[in-house]
């Protein structure tokens, strides 16, 4: 039973590890993060569960809808960007969708200054 436990904790290891390399080491919205429950890390493995693809941009932003707070990530999957929201204090899919240009328009009226990596 001890390497049954054993095992399957370096498995969960392993795959957080790849999940993390994978990830883009800058973010928008760092300045936030001590006000969510849930760590970058762990928001993108939901947001990839929820989408399975590849994350090219991310940030944590205050927008309505859950908390208030959530991560957002654009995923490459299928030859489209989607975006996939995830609250930051419940770990709750909010978004999994792909943006309408006029949300996106919209969007970057608001945050005119944030430059997102």
Same mark, same amino acid.
């Given at each position: 039973?001890? @390497?049954?436990? /054993?095992?399957? +904790? ?11 390399? @994978?990830?883009? =080491? ?9 006000? +969510?429950? $849930? =760590?970058?890390?762990?928001?993108? /493995? ?8 590849? $994350?090219?941009? %991310? ?5 309505? *809808?859950? @908390? ?6 654009? /995923? ?5 960007? $989607?975006? /996939? ?5 419940? *770990? ?9 240009? @006029? ?10 200054? %944030?430059?997102?990596?």
């Amino acid at each position: 039973m001890k @390497s049954f436990v /054993v095992l399957v +904790a370096a498995a969960s290891l392993a795959a957080g590890a790849a999940t993390a390399a @994978s990830l883009p =080491t800058n973010f928008t919205g760092h300045e936030l993060a001590a006000g +969510a429950k $849930i =760590t970058l890390a762990q928001a993108s /493995v939901i947001a990839l569960k929820a989408r399975p693809g590849h $994350i090219v941009d %991310q940030e944590l932003e205050k927008e309505s *809808g859950g @908390s208030g707070l959530r991560y957002s990530f654009d /995923v490459a999957s299928g030859g489209k960007t $989607i975006e /996939v929201g995830v609250d930051a204090m419940s *770990g709750r899919v909010l978004e999994n969708g792909a943006e309408s240009p @006029s949300k996106e328009s919209a969007e970057a009226a608001r945050e005119p200054d %944030q430059i997102k990596h």
